[in-house]
Protein backbone atom coordinates (compact mmCIF):
# COMPACT_ATOMS: atom_id res chain seq x y z
CA UNK A 1 0.00 0.00 0.00
CA UNK A 2 1.52 3.21 -1.03
CA UNK A 3 0.11 5.84 2.16
CA UNK A 4 0.86 9.25 0.13
CA UNK A 5 -1.90 7.66 -2.36
CA UNK A 6 -4.59 6.91 -0.04
CA UNK A 7 -7.57 8.77 1.13
CA UNK A 8 -7.78 9.18 5.19
CA UNK A 9 -9.82 10.12 7.67
CA UNK A 10 -9.11 11.87 11.58
CA UNK A 11 -9.60 9.16 14.28
CA UNK A 12 -9.26 11.49 17.92
CA UNK A 13 -7.43 9.82 20.44
CA UNK A 14 -9.69 11.54 22.74
CA UNK A 15 -12.67 9.59 24.53
CA UNK A 16 -15.23 10.30 27.08
CA UNK A 17 -16.25 8.90 30.25
CA UNK A 18 -19.76 8.22 28.33
CA UNK A 19 -18.19 6.41 25.36
CA UNK A 20 -15.74 4.12 27.52
CA UNK A 21 -18.98 2.81 29.09
CA UNK A 22 -20.21 1.52 26.04
CA UNK A 23 -19.30 -2.03 24.85
CA UNK A 24 -15.84 -2.93 23.17
CA UNK A 25 -17.68 -3.95 19.98
CA UNK A 26 -19.81 -0.70 19.66
CA UNK A 27 -16.26 1.55 20.31
CA UNK A 28 -14.75 -0.74 17.19
CA UNK A 29 -17.60 -0.15 15.30
CA UNK A 30 -17.85 3.36 15.85
CA UNK A 31 -14.48 3.66 14.76
CA UNK A 32 -14.77 1.69 11.96
CA UNK A 33 -17.80 3.39 10.81
CA UNK A 34 -15.48 6.20 9.69
CA UNK A 35 -14.02 4.00 6.69
CA UNK A 36 -17.62 4.04 5.48
CA UNK A 37 -18.52 7.51 5.67
CA UNK A 38 -19.37 9.65 2.59
CA UNK A 39 -17.86 13.03 2.84
CA UNK A 40 -20.77 14.59 4.47
CA UNK A 41 -20.62 11.85 7.26
CA UNK A 42 -23.23 9.61 5.69
CA UNK A 43 -23.69 6.23 6.17
CA UNK A 44 -26.74 5.34 4.78
CA UNK A 45 -28.45 7.84 2.41
CA UNK A 46 -31.46 5.99 2.05
CA UNK A 47 -32.59 3.28 4.16
CA UNK A 48 -36.26 1.83 5.52
CA UNK A 49 -34.29 -0.49 8.43
CA UNK A 50 -31.11 0.89 9.22
CA UNK A 51 -30.08 -1.86 11.24
CA UNK A 52 -30.80 -4.70 8.73
CA UNK A 53 -28.79 -2.69 6.30
CA UNK A 54 -25.86 -1.63 8.28
CA UNK A 55 -25.45 -5.57 8.98
CA UNK A 56 -25.52 -6.58 5.14
CA UNK A 57 -22.89 -3.32 4.78
CA UNK A 58 -20.69 -4.41 7.54
CA UNK A 59 -20.86 -8.25 6.03
CA UNK A 60 -22.84 -9.82 9.20
CA UNK A 61 -23.75 -13.37 8.75
CA UNK A 62 -24.05 -15.04 11.29
CA UNK A 63 -26.92 -14.74 13.96
CA UNK A 64 -24.34 -13.18 16.54
CA UNK A 65 -22.71 -10.86 14.34
CA UNK A 66 -26.09 -9.29 13.54
CA UNK A 67 -27.05 -9.48 17.35
CA UNK A 68 -23.74 -7.42 18.04
CA UNK A 69 -24.43 -5.05 15.59
CA UNK A 70 -27.51 -4.24 16.56
CA UNK A 71 -26.66 -4.05 20.16
CA UNK A 72 -23.79 -1.56 18.79
CA UNK A 73 -26.25 0.18 17.06
CA UNK A 74 -28.62 1.43 19.80
CA UNK A 75 -25.32 2.27 21.84
CA UNK A 76 -24.11 4.51 19.22
CA UNK A 77 -27.45 6.18 18.73
CA UNK A 78 -28.55 7.14 22.22
CA UNK A 79 -25.00 8.50 23.24
CA UNK A 80 -25.61 10.47 19.82
CA UNK A 81 -22.96 9.23 17.82
CA UNK A 82 -25.33 8.26 14.85
CA UNK A 83 -28.66 10.28 13.71
CA UNK A 84 -31.32 9.16 11.76
CA UNK A 85 -33.68 11.74 9.85
CA UNK A 86 -36.07 10.12 8.02
CA UNK A 87 -34.22 7.27 5.77
CA UNK A 88 -30.98 8.84 6.30
CA UNK A 89 -28.11 7.59 9.11
CA UNK A 90 -25.27 9.28 9.24
CA UNK A 91 -22.44 10.35 11.85
CA UNK A 92 -23.53 12.88 13.91
CA UNK A 93 -20.22 15.64 14.27
CA UNK A 94 -18.48 14.07 11.30
CA UNK A 95 -17.38 17.48 9.38
CA UNK A 96 -17.02 19.08 12.50
CA UNK A 97 -14.28 16.88 13.49
CA UNK A 98 -12.71 16.17 10.04
CA UNK A 99 -12.90 19.94 9.00
CA UNK A 100 -11.69 21.02 12.21
CA UNK A 101 -8.06 22.80 12.43
CA UNK A 102 -5.39 23.32 15.18
CA UNK A 103 -4.61 26.61 16.09
CA UNK A 104 -0.71 26.10 14.60
CA UNK A 105 -2.22 24.77 11.79
CA UNK A 106 -4.64 27.76 11.35
CA UNK A 107 -2.38 30.08 11.82
CA UNK A 108 0.33 28.77 9.44
CA UNK A 109 -2.23 28.53 7.08
CA UNK A 110 -2.91 32.43 7.18
CA UNK A 111 0.42 32.93 6.68
CA UNK A 112 0.86 30.93 3.58
CA UNK A 113 -1.67 32.67 2.37
CA UNK A 114 -0.74 35.74 3.34
CA UNK A 115 2.77 34.72 1.84
CA UNK A 116 0.94 34.21 -1.84
CA UNK A 117 -0.53 36.99 -1.47
CA UNK A 118 2.49 38.91 -1.53
CA UNK A 119 4.31 37.29 -4.05
CA UNK A 120 1.35 37.39 -6.07
CA UNK A 121 1.28 40.80 -6.47
CA UNK A 122 4.92 41.33 -6.26
CA UNK A 123 4.97 39.30 -9.80
CA UNK A 124 2.04 41.66 -11.13
CA UNK A 125 3.71 44.55 -10.28
CA UNK A 126 7.39 43.38 -12.03
CA UNK A 127 5.38 42.08 -14.95
CA UNK A 128 4.00 45.52 -15.17
CA UNK A 129 6.99 47.28 -15.23
CA UNK A 130 9.32 45.25 -17.10
CA UNK A 131 7.05 43.14 -19.81
CA UNK A 132 6.39 46.51 -22.18
CA UNK A 133 7.10 45.44 -25.97
CA UNK A 134 10.09 44.23 -26.60
CA UNK A 135 11.62 43.87 -30.10
CA UNK A 136 13.38 41.20 -30.89
CA UNK A 137 15.73 40.61 -34.44
CA UNK A 138 16.82 37.91 -36.41
CA UNK A 139 21.02 38.12 -36.76
CA UNK A 140 20.56 37.13 -40.43
CA UNK A 141 18.28 40.20 -41.28
CA UNK A 142 19.35 43.50 -40.91
CA UNK A 143 16.58 45.99 -39.53
CA UNK A 144 16.34 49.56 -41.44
CA UNK A 145 14.36 52.28 -39.86
CA UNK A 146 14.06 55.91 -40.45
CA UNK A 147 11.58 57.61 -37.85
CA UNK A 148 10.93 61.37 -38.62
CA UNK A 149 8.38 63.09 -35.50
CA UNK A 150 7.23 66.83 -36.17
CA UNK A 151 5.74 68.48 -33.28
CA UNK A 152 2.66 70.47 -34.10
CA UNK A 153 2.78 73.75 -32.73
CA UNK A 154 -0.03 75.14 -30.22
CA UNK A 155 -3.56 75.63 -32.62
CA UNK A 156 -1.98 74.38 -35.72
CA UNK A 157 -4.54 71.39 -36.27
CA UNK A 158 -2.71 70.55 -39.78
CA UNK A 159 0.58 69.02 -38.37
CA UNK A 160 0.24 65.84 -36.75
CA UNK A 161 3.49 63.95 -35.41
CA UNK A 162 4.42 61.44 -38.72
CA UNK A 163 6.86 58.37 -37.87
CA UNK A 164 7.49 56.17 -40.83
CA UNK A 165 8.95 52.69 -39.88
CA UNK A 166 10.82 49.80 -42.03
CA UNK A 167 11.49 46.99 -40.09
CA UNK A 168 11.95 43.52 -41.18
CA UNK A 169 11.68 40.21 -39.18
CA UNK A 170 10.71 41.32 -35.93
CA UNK A 171 8.40 40.25 -33.35
CA UNK A 172 7.10 41.66 -30.28
CA UNK A 173 7.06 39.61 -27.36
CA UNK A 174 7.15 39.44 -23.77
CA UNK A 175 10.43 39.32 -22.14
CA UNK A 176 10.07 36.04 -20.08
CA UNK A 177 13.04 37.06 -17.94
CA UNK A 178 11.15 39.70 -16.59
CA UNK A 179 8.67 37.74 -15.42
CA UNK A 180 9.45 36.51 -11.81
CA UNK A 181 8.49 36.35 -8.51
CA UNK A 182 9.90 39.21 -6.62
CA UNK A 183 10.11 39.02 -2.96
CA UNK A 184 11.70 42.09 -1.10
CA UNK A 185 13.89 41.98 1.92
CA UNK A 186 11.06 44.36 3.57
CA UNK A 187 8.70 41.23 2.82
CA UNK A 188 10.26 38.35 4.10
CA UNK A 189 11.39 40.49 7.67
CA UNK A 190 7.47 41.26 7.68
CA UNK A 191 6.72 37.67 7.15
CA UNK A 192 8.84 36.24 9.60
CA UNK A 193 8.22 38.72 12.57
CA UNK A 194 4.64 38.47 12.34
CA UNK A 195 4.87 34.71 11.76
CA UNK A 196 8.04 33.83 13.58
CA UNK A 197 7.43 30.20 14.42
CA UNK A 198 6.87 29.15 10.71
CA UNK A 199 9.56 31.99 9.83
CA UNK A 200 12.47 30.49 11.46
CA UNK A 201 12.53 27.81 8.75
CA UNK A 202 13.25 30.60 6.82
CA UNK A 203 16.66 31.45 8.40
CA UNK A 204 16.57 34.95 8.79
CA UNK A 205 19.91 35.04 10.86
CA UNK A 206 21.24 33.41 8.12
CA UNK A 207 20.69 35.73 5.02
CA UNK A 208 23.95 37.65 3.77
CA UNK A 209 22.22 41.09 4.53
CA UNK A 210 21.77 39.91 8.16
CA UNK A 211 25.04 39.28 8.76
CA UNK A 212 26.55 42.23 7.09
CA UNK A 213 24.08 44.65 9.29
CA UNK A 214 25.68 42.49 12.58
CA UNK A 215 28.55 42.75 11.73
CA UNK A 216 28.38 46.36 11.36
CA UNK A 217 26.21 46.67 14.43
CA UNK A 218 28.40 44.28 16.68
CA UNK A 219 31.39 46.56 17.64
CA UNK A 220 33.79 44.24 16.91
CA UNK A 221 31.93 41.29 19.42
CA UNK A 222 31.20 38.30 18.12
CA UNK A 223 27.66 37.56 18.28
CA UNK A 224 25.63 34.43 17.20
CA UNK A 225 22.41 34.90 16.12
CA UNK A 226 19.60 32.67 16.52
CA UNK A 227 16.56 32.25 14.09
CA UNK A 228 13.65 32.66 16.77
CA UNK A 229 12.97 36.90 16.96
CA UNK A 230 10.68 36.34 19.71
CA UNK A 231 13.99 34.94 21.53
CA UNK A 232 16.58 36.77 19.95
CA UNK A 233 16.41 40.87 20.27
CA UNK A 234 19.30 41.27 18.24
CA UNK A 235 18.23 39.62 15.33
CA UNK A 236 14.52 41.04 15.94
CA UNK A 237 16.01 44.69 15.78
CA UNK A 238 17.83 43.99 12.60
CA UNK A 239 14.75 42.67 11.28
CA UNK A 240 12.32 45.61 12.16
CA UNK A 241 14.99 47.95 10.86
CA UNK A 242 14.39 45.70 7.11
CA UNK A 243 10.45 45.88 7.82
CA UNK A 244 10.58 49.62 8.05
CA UNK A 245 12.49 49.69 4.14
CA UNK A 246 16.20 50.80 5.31
CA UNK A 247 18.68 49.16 2.83
CA UNK A 248 21.44 47.49 3.98
CA UNK A 249 23.69 50.19 2.91
CA UNK A 250 22.00 52.55 5.18
CA UNK A 251 22.10 50.18 8.07
CA UNK A 252 25.64 49.56 7.63
CA UNK A 253 26.36 53.46 7.70
CA UNK A 254 24.29 53.64 10.83
CA UNK A 255 26.88 51.25 12.19
CA UNK A 256 29.61 53.36 11.24
CA UNK A 257 28.16 56.34 12.94
CA UNK A 258 27.39 55.29 15.62
CA UNK A 259 30.90 54.41 16.93
CA UNK A 260 32.05 57.90 17.28
CA UNK A 261 28.63 58.72 18.63
CA UNK A 262 28.27 60.17 22.45
CA UNK A 263 25.16 57.91 22.70
CA UNK A 264 26.24 54.47 21.95
CA UNK A 265 29.80 55.65 24.06
CA UNK A 266 27.56 55.76 27.00
CA UNK A 267 25.99 51.97 26.56
CA UNK A 268 28.28 49.87 28.71
CA UNK A 269 28.06 46.43 26.44
CA UNK A 270 26.43 48.04 22.75
CA UNK A 271 25.28 45.72 20.15
CA UNK A 272 22.60 45.09 17.68
CA UNK A 273 19.61 45.70 19.60
CA UNK A 274 20.53 49.02 21.17
CA UNK A 275 19.73 50.18 17.52
CA UNK A 276 16.45 50.97 17.49
CA UNK A 277 14.04 52.88 15.28
CA UNK A 278 15.03 56.05 17.06
CA UNK A 279 18.39 55.62 17.34
CA UNK A 280 18.57 54.71 13.86
CA UNK A 281 16.76 57.77 12.18
CA UNK A 282 19.11 60.06 14.48
CA UNK A 283 21.82 58.17 13.13
CA UNK A 284 20.93 58.78 9.67
CA UNK A 285 19.50 61.83 9.98
CA UNK A 286 22.79 63.79 11.75
CA UNK A 287 25.83 64.84 9.80
CA UNK A 288 29.05 63.04 10.90
CA UNK A 289 30.60 64.76 13.73
CA UNK A 290 34.78 65.57 12.78
CA UNK A 291 37.37 63.67 14.42
CA UNK A 292 39.27 65.39 17.41
CA UNK A 293 42.06 64.50 18.41
CA UNK A 294 42.58 66.35 21.50
CA UNK A 295 44.76 69.08 20.17
CA UNK A 296 41.95 70.77 18.28
CA UNK A 297 39.70 72.93 20.43
CA UNK A 298 35.70 72.20 19.21
CA UNK A 299 34.12 75.52 19.04
CA UNK A 300 30.10 76.19 19.40
CA UNK A 301 28.77 76.93 15.85
CA UNK A 302 29.14 81.19 14.66
CA UNK A 303 31.82 81.33 17.70
CA UNK A 304 35.12 82.41 15.67
CA UNK A 305 38.68 83.23 16.52
CA UNK A 306 39.72 86.63 15.49
CA UNK A 307 38.74 90.47 15.49
CA UNK A 308 35.38 89.23 14.54
CA UNK A 309 35.10 86.84 17.04
CA UNK A 310 37.28 85.96 20.64
Known sequence: MKFERESWRKLYIAESGEHRLMSIFARGLRDYLLRLAGEDGTILAKTKSPKSDLQILLGARSSAEKTMVNNAFDELVGVGYLSINGDRLWITRFKEAQEARSPGAVRQ????????????????????????????????????????????????????????????????????????????????????????????????????????????????????????????????????????????????????????????????????????????????????EPANDGGTMQLPPGVKFGAEGL
Not at 109 to 128: C, F, G, M, P
Not at 198 to 211: C, F, L
Open 109 to 288: AKYKAKRDTIESQATVLVEASNTENVVTHSESSPVASSVTLVRPSPGDASVTSQIDETRRDETRTPNPAAVVSVKTLATRATLVLENPHDGQWQSPSKWPETIAVCEAWSFGMVIKLRDFPPSDSDLRTILEAFRDGYTVAELVEAGRRAKTSEYFRKIKRPGPSSFTAAVIRRLLADEP
